[in-house]
């Protein structure tokens, strides 16, 4: 009887040194430090030291925890060292009220390996939030409103830039007007300056040497008609070469050897110009002289106006 109690001694003496010797899940909580201020952000880690093998369920904290706001949360890497294994998740707390605040204590759960659930507790933890106001805030009465500050009055500003923007308006006023007074124009050209220009800018383009007597002649004839039309006032580039010369003899405008001396001109130019007849050099350079005399023996004398000598209606 002895021997069995001694068996059963000895068996649980055995079982408690085994199970003493066994490392244990522990949780354990931090923050990183004691002492904050309204809204400061706290970082509270909630530790997880384990054997391999042991599966930790993570609390779900919410959105607070006590009197503080979780506003980001995280994990941190697992580490294992001589068969214990370290899990750690962080938060970042705050607190909006001044005083004495808890984080109470976290609950872990854990399944061994032989499939049992267990708990860790972490303890809990006590800070201090500070306000932001001064500790006699409450002592301190509302200040006074200031003293109205005098205003010096501003209305000789706002005369002196009527007058200026008076005078700047005036100024352009007075520049109008100056520019409205009519600025005598020059006299127009006499018609006979034109035409002698004109002569000489198709002279230098030499077009009979480039066999180019149709344009030669359409350009002569219609730079006589031009001059005639601002000579003696007659329409005369609308008027055929038969209707021109009759519409002149009979209103004797000009004299006869002038009317001998246009028609030959236009007659020569009417026959390049329509009839297809092909003149030579020196004929087109004795049409460009009969046009040149006769402008040249038309020119009003000085003091007459242009079309004084009679108008051809």
Not at 20 to 37: C, F, K, M, N, Q
Not at 116 to 133: C, D, G, N, P
Request: hydrophobic fraction near 40%.
């Amino acid at each position: 009887m002895r021997a069995i109690l001694a068996f059963v001694v000895m068996l649980s003496l055995g079982i408690l040194v085994a199970q003493a010797g066994e490392p244990r899940t522990r949780a354990e909580a931090s923050v990183d430090r004691s002492e904050v201020l309204v809204g400061d952000p706290i970082q509270y880690v909630v530790t997880i030291t384990h054997p391999q093998g042991v599966v930790i369920e993570w609390p779900s904290l919410g959105g607070t925890v006590g009197d503080f706001t979780v506003e980001a949360s995280g994990a941190e890497a697992p580490r294992t060292d001589d068969g214990i294994a370290t899990e750690a998740r962080w938060y970042r707390l705050a607190s909006y009220s001044a005083g004495p605040h808890t984080i109470p204590e976290t609950v872990v759960k854990y399944q061994t390996g032989d499939g049992e659930t267990h708990e860790a507790r972490t303890q809990a933890i006590t800070m201090t939030v500070k306000s932001l106001l001064p500790s006699d805030w409450e002592r301190q009465d509302i200040r006074d409103v200031k003293p109205l500050i005098p205003v010096r009055s501003t209305w000789w500003w706002l005369l002196g830039g009527l007058a200026a923007l008076g005078g700047v308006v005036g100024i352009w006023w007075w520049r109008r007007q100056q520019k409205r007074i009519a600025v005598p124009s020059l006299p127009p050209r006499p018609p006979h300056d034109i035409a002698f220009d004109a002569l000489s800018k198709l002279r230098q383009e030499d077009l009979p040497s480039h066999d180019r007597y149709e344009e030669y002649y359409i350009r002569l004839s219609g730079i006589v008609r031009a001059y005639i039309e601002a000579r003696f006032g007659v329409k005369a580039p609308e008027m055929t070469t038969e209707e021109f010369l009759q519409v002149a003899s009979n209103a004797q405008a000009l004299s006869v050897s002038h009317r001998r001396l246009l028609q030959e001109f236009l007659e020569r130019c009417d026959l390049v110009k329509f009839a297809r007849y092909e003149p030579s050099r020196h004929e087109a350079d004795e049409a460009f002289e009969a046009a040149r005399r006769f402008i040249q023996d038309t020119v009003p004398s000085p003091g007459l106006a242009v079309a004084s000598a009679g108008k051809i209606a």
